[in-house]
């Protein structure tokens, strides 16, 4: 979650509470997240459907990374890397922020686009927006060991 855009930051941890409940159990292997940060990476190809059809309902996104596995070299070389129906399923429902079932632009554009600044000039900026990112989650957790008493 660490690249999710900072002003959003506590209305996507609370989701996991509330929305991501049911998936408690889920379960992420390591190829998995490979696979995802690949996927991710794509950017373009999310960013054009998004521009078509205006949003991405979770149909559509399976699509899309089904056609990622087709494509992805690595995924190409290497069938463990697959993104699973968990990891997508939890993208979904975080950034689904008014829960409408569909991702509209302004919840997934700009959270791909941030997450590609990463890679490129402004990471001074993102650098701090990331720490005190970290930093508030760390709080966060430290409020909770407080309540928790331990
Ligand atoms: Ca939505």
């Known amino acids: 979650m ?4 900072y002003s959003k930051f506590t209305q996507y941890i609370s989701r996991v509470d ?5 998936l408690k159990s889920g379960r992420v292997s390591f190829p998995e997240f490979v696979a995802f ?7 373009e190809a999310i960013k054009d459907h998004v521009n078509q059809y205006r949003y991405l309902d979770k149909k559509q996104f399976q699509a ?5 596995h087709g494509k992805n070299e690595h ?3 290497d069938r463990t890397l ?6 997508i399923d939890i993208f979904f429902e975080i950034l689904d ?10 919840e997934i554009v700009g959270v791909l686009e941030e997450r590609a600044l990463l890679g490129q ?7 701090q927006n990331l720490n005190s990112g970290y930093n508030k989650v760390v709080s966060m957790v430290n409020d909770f060991k407080a309540k928790l008493g331990i």
Request: net charge negative; aromatic share 8%.
């Open 82 to 87: 697959r993104v699973s129906q968990t990891q």
């Open 97 to 106: 922020l008014d829960n409408s079932g569909h991702l509209e632009q302004d």
């Open 75 to 77: 995924c190409k070389a």
């Open 2 to 5: 660490i690249f999710l855009p």
């Open 64 to 68: 899309l990374v089904q056609d990622f």
């Open 18 to 22: 509330t929305e991501l409940a049911h």
């Open 37 to 43: 940060q690949y996927f991710l990476a794509d950017v």
């Open 121 to 127: 000039g402004k990471q001074d900026e993102l650098k």
